[in-house]
């Protein structure tokens, strides 16, 4: 109480003009309170918020839609700040976050985990999280009370789930509660023990018919948009002309209405000689730069060059001495 009443006098006594020093002086104290923070600093020049109505007029002019996946604050971050249209918390975080065998091991908590730390660093981006294998499978009841959950809990702002024809009747139910939901048809990971594997979709005229009646049906449940993982391109094509959505390719070739990768494989965030799918292209090389860096930060430890005087901080000589004198009564 003290303490306030002093600060309130102090600030009634200053003259207008120094009242912006204080105010910078009080700023700065907050911003140092902990010697990490997060890494939030909002951009010089913020992006309009990207809504479900942007992606739509982005589909009306043709502009093809920016989409990657991030699984923490960090990654999020950059995606957001490189401009992404849309960032998508995948399940796929169970293998490059996790370091788990496939998508099936995650469980619920664990994506809305991840969700909320995404969510604190996207301000533009929109973001979507993935629904994990057992959280919507079982009925469209199950379904929407995991969506709500992705809403609420996980502060995202649209949902993703896996099937097709099948799955119709639990969008539906989502999409009625005013969830925005993001399909995905083709290869479905967390079906592929049914499907044999890792196996591209659509390779027939059975296998292409059954891709677009599966994105047919997701459309006319409701999805704002529906991925198409690993089908041909043609075929992806042609489904995307017939939809009225945005189609969001991955391993699917450029006439989808955008494109989809995981962020650690397009940043070649991994060791050497670690499998990728044909459709990944590996924009950067994020494994050797930290290699680099961690390596020459061993060395420089094990030298004693680092740290160096300037990373110090320093103390009067005065009390300096003052200490050496008591340490040596001690």
Known sequence: MFLTTSLARSCASLSRNTRPSLSAALSVSQARQSSHSPMGTPPVNPRKKVTIGTLRSMH?????ITMITAHDFPSAHVADAAGMDMVLVGDSL???????EDTSEIILEEMLLHCRSVARATKAA?????????SYEIAPQQALETAIRFIKDGRMQGIKLEGGREMAHTIEKITTAGIPVLGHVGLTPQRQNALGGFRV?????LGAMKVLEDALAVQEAGCFAVVLEAVPAEVAAIVTQKLSIPTIGIGAGSGCSG??????????NF???????KFVKKYGDVWAESLKAIE????EVKSREYPAPEHTYPIAKEELKLFEESVRKV
Do not use: C, I, N
């Not at 979709?201 to 005229?205: F, I, L, V, W, Y």
């Not at 020459?296 to 060395?299: G, I, L, N, W």
């Open 60 to 64: 009306r002019r043709g502009e093809p």
């Open 201 to 205: 979709q659509g390779k027939t005229s």
């Open 271 to 277: 060791p050497p000689g670690r499998f990728l799918p």
């Open 126 to 134: 929109f973001t979507v999280g993935d629904l994990p294998m057992g």
């Open 296 to 299: 020459a930060y061993r060395d």
């Open 94 to 100: 169970a293998m490059v976050a996790l370091g788990m």
């Open 259 to 268: 494109q989809v990768l995981v962020q650690v494989d397009m940043t070649g």
